[in-house]
């Protein structure tokens, strides 16, 4: 499965050193706008320390983690939507992710210059996401004008499709995200062939810098009037200081956690955004454990064993037989598979079986 979130924000903000901290890549990151025109793309391990406890039980050769793809998209600016800084090609390449990561500049630095002249936190989102919602009414005002002709035929998909173009329209237009309007889920798989920018998951990336004034450390005003939106609109942020992240990039991770400490701060900003992203695109991990390999698979929360079959190869799912499934704390209480067999923690589960976040498993099919 290959599902990607793509990097958003004005030029400036710190896109491209997340995205090298991120990818371990090499993408431009001067201080000046439009430096990245076109869109770096990088496949980024999501971090899971239960891959390396299932390897230690099965004492296998290799292990290999679920992956992410972020994409690093150029800098936005005011008028985007009007094709103002190259932003008809900008939109197009966030058209194309999954999901949005908006990194939003809460630090204050000289030396570092901000689009607007002033490090405003809120008026870097209103500016971003008017942009988004001004580029998807246009494309919803369009759709409900080349729909007309289906409608007037009686297609039911089309007619369903215009009750919903009739809502969101109004929606976007009052400044609303799409991913805001209350959808049945039939309705939001019909308004996905839209492929509108705001219905995708938004993901708020906080970022700050070592040794600067950063908004959150001095609880300053724009960081509560930031909060407040994050809590008004149910928004999932991070805080990331990708400055550092950037410098510790090529470290063991044993070094990663000195050289954080001795910058001041305990947290990976860069884990946490990798595994809310993760989390946002509705994803979960299953694993196969062996001698050979230690894996994650990643499948959508909801599949069934057949489906999460199919991650592997699609005989497990088109042939799917039964799979014999143990929760991972089931399998480590136990210590190893012939352990846990005893005593009864392996099951067999049929096709309906829903496979949960965790579940380690093996295939039989025809």
């Known amino acids: 499965m290959n599902l ?11 896109k491209s050193t997340l995205f090298n901290a991120l990818t371990r890549k090499s993408a431009p990151a001067e201080n000046y706008p439009f430096c990245t025109i076109d869109p770096s793309v990088g496949m980024v391990e999501v971090p899971d320390n239960r ?4 390897a230690r039980i099965s004492q296998s050769e290799r292990v290999i983690p679920a992956i992410v793809e972020f994409v690093d998209i150029a ?12 932003g008809n090609k900008f939109l ?22 901000h689009v607007s002249g002033v490090v405003d936190p809120m008026s870097d989102i209103e500016t971003i996401n008017l942009e988004l919602i001004m580029a998807d009414a246009e494309s919803v005002s369009k759709r409900m004008q080349s729909i007309v002709r289906d409608v007037r ?27 805001t309007l209350d959808m049945t889920n039939n309705e939001k798989e019909l ?11 938004f993901l708020y990336v906080c970022n700050k810098k070592q040794g600067a004034f950063n908004l959150d450390d001095n609880n300053d005003d724009r960081w ?4 407040s939106f994050f809590e008004e609109t149910n928004s999932v942020y991070v805080i990331v200081d990708a400055g550092v992240e950037h410098e510790l990039k090529d470290l063991q991770e044993d070094e990663k956690n000195d050289f954080r400490r001795e910058y001041g ?92 976040d965790g579940d380690v498993m093996e295939f039989l099919h025809s």
């Open 4 to 14: 990607s979130v793509g990097i958003v924000g004005l030029p400036n903000v710190g």
């Open 51 to 54: 891959l390396a406890t299932l």
């Open 75 to 86: 800098g936005l600016v005011k008028g985007a939507s009007v094709g103002e800084g190259l």
């Open 92 to 113: 197009a390449n966030i058209r194309e992710t999954d999901m949005v990561a908006e990194v939003v500049r809460i630090f204050e630095d000289e030396d570092v210059h």
């Open 153 to 179: 035929s009686g297609d039911k998909k089309s007619v369903e499709l215009k009750s919903i173009l009739e809502r969101l329209l109004p929606h976007l237009e009052g400044g609303q995200l799409a991913n």
């Open 191 to 201: 308004a996905k062939e839209l492929r509108l920018l705001t219905l995708k998951p």
């Open 224 to 227: 509560q009037e930031l909060l």
């Open 265 to 356: 701060t305990q947290s990976n900003g860069i884990d946490t955004l990798i595994k809310a992203s993760y989390r946002l695109l509705g994803l979960i991990s299953y694993f196969t454990t062996g001698e050979k390999e230690t894996r994650a698979w990643t499948i959508e929360e909801g599949d069934t064993a057949p489906e999460a079959g199919a991650a592997i190869h699609t005989d497990f799912q088109d042939k799917f037989i039964r799979a014999q499934v143990v929760g991972f704390d089931d399998l480590v209480s136990a210590g190893s598979k012939s352990a846990a067999k005893e005593s009864g923690k392996i099951r067999t589960e049929g096709k309906e079986y829903m496979v949960k």
